[in-house]
């Protein structure tokens, strides 16, 4: 169950033309950081400030990986992912604030 803060991050990640075009480059599959910075004519400075808040998010997923000569290369893949925000979702997310903040006075 998402909070309201979960909630906002991943309506803030998808709500933004770049990270919608690196969404839509990544569903072409997996990518390494400096091809994909190629593909969307983007520094890569401003892909991975991107790239960040989409994997805060949940929606890529990035990898470390060496190259036979001992290069770090960092890949980026989409991870499965299903946006739907109804009434009923922002309520939900409403009730497990209220539950974790019980919890956190609870514990105190």
């Known amino acids: 169950m998402l909070t309201s803060a979960e909630l906002l991050a991943l309506l803030a990640a998808v709500g933004h033309t770049q990270r919608l ?7 072409q599959g997996r990518v390494h950081v400096s091809e994909l910075a190629r593909r969307l004519g983007m520094s890569r400075s401003l892909l991975y400030m991107h790239l960040e808040r989409l994997e805060h998010a949940g929606l890529v997923a990035g990898a470390l990986e060496l ?3 001992g290069k770090a290369m960092k890949f980026f893949e989409l991870a499965p992912f299903d946006i739907r925000v109804t009434v009923d979702s922002v309520i939900a997310a409403l009730r497990e604030d209220r539950a974790q903040a019980e919890r956190v006075e609870r514990d105190a």
């Open 21 to 27: 075009r690196i969404i839509g480059e990544l569903a």
């Open 67 to 69: 190259s036979d000569g």
